[in-house]
Structure formats: C-alpha cells, structure tokens
C-alpha cells in the first residue's frame, strides 16, 4: 500500500493491561489499523515514560518492557519485537531542537505501547520508537511539541499517543462491570464533546472542563497533547472505545485526519 502525503494521527486509552490479552477493546484496536494507511514508522508517546527530560529511543531492537505487577503469567510471557528506527529518533530530535532530546538506549517499548500495538500491527514489523514526556514542562509545551512533530506526518510515521483521558486507580472499582463513577463520566464527556468540535484551547487547559479534572486527570492525560498539536484545524475526528471501565478510566480513543 502506498503511504499517502499524509498520515492521520492517533490516541488510544489503552486501560488495563489485561487488554494486551484481547477483548472488546483490541478488536477496535485492530480495525483502526486496518482502516489506517500503512505507516513507514511509528512514533509513540505513551504515559508510561515519564523524565524530567525529553528523550527517545534510539536502541536497534527496543526490549518489551513489563512495566506492571500483579497480572496473569501470559502477560509477562507477551513479546513484542519491533525494530527501532534510529533516522527516526534523529529525525525527531531535530525537528524538536534546539531542545535538548537524548538519545536513549535502555528503555524500550513499555506496556501503554506493545499492549495496542501487539494488536495493531500483530506481526511486529512496523518500527517504532518512544518519545518521553518531560513532566517538568506545563501542558502548553506538551501541546507545542506535537505541533513541531507533525512534519512526520507527511513522512509516512504515524503519531500515537497512549493513555488515559481519565486515570485514577485509587477511585477504581475491580469489577468488570462496575458502571462508570459520576463524575469520571463527566469528565469524559466534557473531553469527548471538545475532541468532536476540536477545540483544542480547552483540551490544554482540561482544568477549564469542570471541578472533576482534579480526580480525572495525571499523566494518562498528557499524550493525547501530542496528538493534538500534531493534527490541523478542521481535520475529521472520529472517535472510537467510548466508554469507561473500573469505573473511573477511560478508554476512548480518537483518530485525526
């Protein structure tokens, strides 16, 4: 398949680990793929990789991180060996400079990545690299360094971002069918209905969507400020997992352009 001038860009609410495993969830997650024109690369940001620094991966062979504890054998038996892409790292960093971006060699691929991408691109040959968050920046600079990416969009590299739109383990209900906690249905509806009509202004400031962004809202947040800066006004948005689980994490996901 030809990659066309310009790639769409992604955020996924990847929830649980257990979703690496399938269910609902990675079946949407497959046909998103499939519907998505094939990517020469993929550039990640996943909620999982947090400094006080800007870096990216840079390793020939990203190792398959499991990065969580108390989940089933088969989840740490999961591998998923994709190549790295090292022009890519240096691409980025120099779209990024004259910030400081290092060039990573011990991280890897951790779980907010391989657990959607395991069903994505299931064969593993798609390279990918990560880009860290710095949690040192305000959400504007997050917002901001998506926008300096979104050249990779006309290079055939699809931009993901991979978290939560709410997150809050502590609030969480460990039952499979709790129903959704008020006020994170709230919240989710307030960044649902912004994502529809692309107002972007609201979404870098989500303490301006309501009082629950306090409990709703950490790191799990962030990457999908990369994606947004990295899409254009006016590009279609469609959104997909619209639901939450354990009561108070949301998955819902969006596809731009």
């Given at each position: 398949m030809n990659t066309p001038s310009r790639m769409p860009v992604v955020f996924v609410g990847h929830g649980s680990p257990m979703n690496a495993l399938g269910g609902p969830n990675a079946q949407v997650w497959r046909e998103l793929a499939a519907g998505l024109p094939r990517p020469k690369a993929i550039l990640a940001i996943s909620a999982h990789w947090c400094l006080n620094e800007t870096a990216v991966t840079a390793m020939a062979a990203p190792k398959t991180i499991h990065?969580?504890?108390?989940?089933?054998?088969?989840?740490?038996?999961?591998?998923?060996?994709?190549?790295?892409?090292?022009?890519?790292?240096?691409?980025?960093?120099?779209?990024?400079?004259?910030?400081?971006?290092?060039a990573d060699q011990d991280w890897g691929l951790d779980h907010g990545t391989w657990s959607v991408l395991t069903h994505m691109y299931p064969h593993a040959d798609v390279p990918v690299v990560q880009l860290a968050m710095d949690l040192s920046q305000p959400m504007p600079a997050h917002?901001?360094?998506?926008?300096?990416?979104?050249?990779?969009?006309?290079?055939?590299?699809?931009?993901?971002?991979?978290?939560?739109?709410?997150?809050?383990?502590?609030?969480?209900?460990?039952?499979?069918?709790?129903?959704?906690?008020?006020?994170?249905?709230?919240?989710?509806?307030?960044?649902?209905?912004?994502?529809?009509?692309?107002?972007?202004a609201a979404l870098i400031d989500p303490g301006g969507l309501g009082p629950e962004a306090g409990m709703a809202v950490d790191e799990h947040y962030l990457p999908l400020l990369y994606v947004l800066g990295a899409s254009e006004p006016g590009e279609p948005v469609a959104l997909f997992n619209d639901h939450i689980e354990l009561g108070s994490i949301s998955m819902l996901g969006a596809r731009i352009g």
């Open positions: 990065d969580f504890g108390g989940f089933p054998q088969p989840l740490f038996d999961m591998q998923y060996p994709a190549p790295g892409d090292a022009h890519l790292a240096a691409r980025a960093a120099a779209l990024l400079a004259p910030m400081s971006v290092r917002y901001d360094i998506g926008k300096r990416l979104a050249p990779l969009r006309d290079e055939g590299v699809l931009i993901l971002g991979s978290g939560d739109v709410v997150h809050n383990l502590r609030a969480a209900v460990r039952s499979e069918n709790a129903p959704p906690l008020p006020w994170a249905q709230h919240f989710h509806d307030a960044v649902r209905g912004r994502l529809s009509a692309g107002d972007h």
